[in-house]
């Protein structure tokens, strides 16, 4: 039974092994990492390397265990903790070359009808159990209504109904000084990547989104929309972002957002008592196009919550699209949510509890 056990692992290893090679073989990952600035890592290559660490996620095991215990690997420890920690290597940008061209196989697999969108949003990475993390800040966590320890991973992807590909990310800490329980360390080049990514994530999240897209459009990464939560739904950030692509997104009745219906400035809920509702068990209840702070136009969509008597509000600055379009556009979203999940689950990032 246990030879029975080995040889079953030991063929699964390969396939894994042959799948990841196979992977790297058709998007050219070595010569992406070469044109990226990592190139050789204390006699290393930096393929097999990086190859190594890529699949500990695949494999279920840890850096500790994958890594650094493993005398079976071709390079030491500090030839993968060289590549992990080097501040010169322009991650982001083997990031987008990587991305891009998944972005662009899948292209060819979809049809041109259908739409494809930019999904930006927020997660929290829960570091409770840390203290002495880098940049480590109190933040607050939307789902759970508590501030704890951690960062928020902001990400932005590309989805064509039925793919996701991440393309970009920043993991903030807090702009606020006060939040922050540890500073970013100080003996850093101001022009290595490592110290552009320390100042970034201390930038506030509203700031952030406009370069990343534009990042990604520069890249050739192409889009019909860009979705985002309520907890981007502002005013002066939704006008920087529909230059540069349609913007949809949930919209919030907050006290400081207003939409001007009829010459009168008014905030959401108060502009849903104004529309006429459509008769019976609707899905959709109304929709209105109005002008919102700096005269940016939009059309607000109201739709019934399918849960309770509320309402839930979609804005596009596309005021062209038809309401079902707009509400079945939306629906797309929710693939960043699954990322997220997939994410945490399979590269450990929810703390685990004793």
Same mark, same amino acid.
């Given at each position: #039974?246990?030879?029975?056990?080995?040889?079953?692992?030991?063929?699964?290893?390969?396939q894994?092994q042959?799948?990841?090679?196979?992977?790297?073989?058709?998007?050219t990952?070595?010569?992406?990492? %070469?044109?990226?600035?990592?190139?050789?890592?204390?006699?290393?290559?930096p393929?097999?390397?990086f190859?190594s660490?890529?699949m500990l996620?695949?494999q279920?095991? %840890?850096?500790?265990?994958?890594?650094?215990?493993?005398?079976?690997?071709?390079f030491?420890?500090d030839?993968?903790?060289?590549?992990?920690?080097n501040?010169?290597?322009?991650?982001?940008?083997?990031?987008?070359?990587?991305a891009?061209?998944v972005?662009?196989?899948?292209?060819?697999?979809?049809?041109?009808?259908?739409?494809?969108?930019?999904?930006?949003?927020d997660?929290?990475?829960?570091r409770?159990?840390?203290?002495? &993390?880098?940049?480590?800040?109190?933040?607050f966590? @939307?789902?759970?209504?508590?501030?704890? %320890?951690?960062?928020?991973l902001?990400?932005?992807?590309?989805?064509?109904?039925?793919s996701? &590909? +991440?393309?970009?990310?920043?993991?903030?800490?807090?702009a606020?000084?006060?939040?922050?329980i540890?500073?970013?360390?100080?003996?850093?080049?101001?022009?290595?990547?490592g110290?552009?990514?320390?100042?970034?994530? #201390?930038?506030?999240?509203?700031?952030? +989104?406009?370069?990343?897209?534009?990042?990604?459009?520069?890249?050739g990464?192409?889009a019909?929309y860009?979705l985002?939560?309520?907890?981007?739904?502002f005013?002066?950030?939704?006008a920087?972002l529909g230059?540069? &692509?349609p913007?949809?997104?949930? /919209?919030k009745?907050?006290?400081?957002?207003?939409?001007? @219906?009829?010459?009168?400035?008014?905030?959401l809920?108060?502009?849903?008592?104004?529309?006429?509702k459509?008769p019976?068990?609707?899905?959709?209840?109304?929709s209105?196009v109005?002008?919102?702070?700096?005269g940016?136009? &939009?059309?607000?969509?109201?739709?019934r919550?399918? %849960?309770?008597?509320k309402?839930?509000?979609?804005l596009s600055?596309?005021t062209?699209?038809?309401?079902?379009?707009i509400v079945?556009?939306y629906g797309?979203?929710?693939?960043i949510e699954?990322?997220?999940?997939? /994410?945490?689950? @399979?590269?450990?990032?929810? +703390?685990?509890?004793l």
């Amino acid at each position: #039974m246990n030879t029975t056990s080995y040889f079953s692992r030991q063929q699964a290893a390969k396939q894994l092994q042959g799948r990841v090679e196979s992977f790297f073989d058709t998007f050219t990952v070595g010569t992406l990492l %070469n044109t990226s600035g990592i190139r050789k890592i204390r006699g290393a290559s930096p393929l097999t390397v990086f190859q190594s660490v890529f699949m500990l996620a695949f494999q279920g095991t %840890n850096f500790f265990r994958g890594i650094v215990l493993n005398d079976e690997l071709a390079f030491g420890k500090d030839a993968a903790y060289e590549l992990l920690k080097n501040p010169r290597y322009n991650w982001r940008s083997f990031m987008f070359k990587l991305a891009g061209m998944v972005c662009r196989f899948f292209d060819l697999l979809t049809s041109e009808e259908r739409e494809k969108v930019l999904i930006v949003d927020d997660s929290t990475y829960n570091r409770s159990r840390s203290r002495c &993390v880098e940049l480590l800040a109190r933040i607050f966590d @939307h789902n759970s209504g508590n501030y704890l %320890n951690g960062f928020k991973l902001l990400q932005l992807g590309w989805s064509d109904g039925v793919s996701f &590909v +991440p393309l970009d990310f920043v993991l903030r800490s807090s702009a606020n000084k006060k939040s922050r329980i540890q500073e970013a360390i100080k003996k850093l080049d101001k022009r290595t990547c490592g110290y552009k990514r320390r100042k970034e994530a #201390m930038t506030k999240s509203t700031e952030l +989104p406009e370069d990343m897209i534009k990042r990604v459009l520069a890249r050739g990464v192409r889009a019909d929309y860009l979705l985002m939560d309520s907890w981007f739904c502002f005013a002066g950030l939704i006008a920087k972002l529909g230059k540069s &692509v349609p913007v949809i997104c949930m /919209a919030k009745d907050l006290n400081s957002i207003f939409y001007q @219906h009829k010459n009168v400035h008014v905030r959401l809920g108060e502009l849903y008592k104004r529309l006429r509702k459509k008769p019976g068990r609707a899905k959709i209840l109304a929709s209105v196009v109005v002008d919102m702070k700096g005269g940016t136009r &939009v059309k607000v969509v109201f739709v019934r919550h399918r %849960n309770s008597r509320k309402w839930l509000a979609l804005l596009s600055t596309d005021t062209e699209l038809a309401d079902e379009e707009i509400v079945r556009i939306y629906g797309k979203r929710w693939d960043i949510e699954v990322f997220f999940k997939m /994410a945490k689950q @399979h590269l450990n990032l929810v +703390p685990r509890m004793l």
